[in-house]
């Protein structure tokens, strides 16, 4: 089945053989009956399983291709619970661009906890060797990166963590599926927060996970049991409702970002332009073997490189809203040093890229030529 199929049908074979509904329905329900203590139908108890949550599941494990298939409450509930899977004293190599609320999550609780992670630049794999000894035991990897969208070869990646028994979890959020398969390309632990593009329309937050081992997956289906931070029913439906359209979507986000990302990059006023694309992009022959497509997220400074300067644009917008996350059919500006990479210190935002100057698009699937004449206004 190729993948625009697998968007609609992935999964969902007999999702209801009580009346044969096209689209999963909603089991708003907490529990279900038994016919004797023990005797259910598959379910007993909706934090353990729902059939709604279930066709979720295994959409998200087929647009993966992958044989197992998780649904949390949020992206961060699904990170919460493959950090679950570790203890105090162990060690997680994680890239240094990456989103505040991972690396909120990473070192406000997890570090509490008793885990150090080694925040680290992954553009060039062959520097991760140095920080690896006997206590690691995951590398984190965002590809994209959230927001200067550096690119992370991760089957090279792969390979390092096979030399060291080490698991490796690829964020691939910024590029879903349908642009970029991480379990192809050797990582264990694929992570999404569906809120963004598996959603694709600002109406729900959800997170998900994908793997192929079944050892892997028990325990990871136990942590989301035991520590309930499940997706319900009723944002089940909704994500499902939005993978059915990804492939459709992500074309034009593609198509968009690509003009979007052009149109910066010739205008005076602004300075850098982030964009895998672009052919000078570091690592941009890397994106091209293991992308099919580069995306609508883009990042730029302005020239001034002020916070004033980039206040201004993102006012003065009025096809784009200035709003916190991605992914939605309607496109969308951020500034993340105070939006969603506040959370991390000034001076380790500044060293990655994420200075107050920066903007993050998310280009949606509107006409080009509106989003272009509304950047244009706005920077003036």
């Known amino acids: ?18 009346y044969g509904s096209v689209m999963p329905p909603i089991y708003q329900t907490s529990t279900y009956s038994q016919s004797t203590p023990g005797g259910h139908k598959g379910f007993e108890y909706s934090r353990s399983g729902n059939p709604t949550r279930s066709a979720l599941e295994k959409s998200l494990a087929s647009i993966e291709n992958g044989n197992f298939g998780l649904a949390f409450g949020s992206g961060l509930a699904a990170i919460d619970a493959i950090l679950k899977l570790f203890k105090s004293g162990d060690e997680i190599i994680s890239t240094n661009d990456l989103y505040g609320g991972s690396y909120r999550l990473f070192t406000r609780i997890f ?3 008793g885990i150090k992670f080694h925040f680290i630049g992954m553009q060039d794999s062959g520097g ?17 990166t959230n927001p200067i969208m550096r690119i992370i070869d991760i089957e090279a990646v792969s390979k390092i963590a096979r030399k060291h028994d ?14 970029q398969q991480p379990l192809a390309l050797g990582a264990d632990i694929v992570m999404h927060s569906a809120t963004k593009y598996l959603g694709g329309h600002s109406d729900v937050v959800a997170g998900g996970l994908v793997v192929n081992d ?12 035991a520590s309930g931070a499940i997706c319900g029913p009723q944002d089940s439906f909704l994500v499902l409702r939005g993978i059915k359209t990804l492939h459709l979507r992500m074309q034009r986000h593609c198509e968009n970002g690509e003009a979007v990302a052009n149109f910066l990059r ?7 332009v982030y964009w895998p694309g672009f052919e000078d992009h570091p690592n941009h022959d890397i994106a091209k073997k293991q992308m099919s497509g580069f995306g609508g997220m883009i990042s730029f400074t302005t020239k001034e490189n002020t916070l004033e300067s980039a206040t201004t644009i993102v006012e003065n917008l009025k096809v784009f809203t200035l709003a916190e996350s991605l992914g939605g059919v309607e496109s969308l500006a951020g500034h993340p040093a105070s939006m969603t990479h506040a959370s991390i210190p000034k001076e380790k935002r500044a060293k990655t890229g994420v200075v107050d100057s920066l903007i993050r698009l998310s ?3 509107e006409d080009a030529e509106d989003l272009i004449a509304d950047l244009k206004q706005a920077i003036g």
């Open 1 to 18: 089945m190729k993948f625009n199929t697998k968007t609609i049908h992935g999964g969902q074979e007999n999702i209801d053989p009580a």
């Open 166 to 179: 080490l698991l490796l979890a690829v964020d691939n959020t910024f590029a879903t599926p349908y642009l």
């Open 111 to 113: 570090e509490g906890l």
């Open 266 to 272: 010739s205008n005076p006023k602004l300075d850098k």
């Open 128 to 144: 991760i060797e140095d920080y690896i000894n006997e206590n690691t035991k995951l590398i984190w990897v965002e590809t994209p």
């Open 363 to 365: 280009v949606g699937v």
């Open 214 to 225: 079944k050892v892997l997956a028990e325990k990871l289906y136990f942590i989301q049991k």
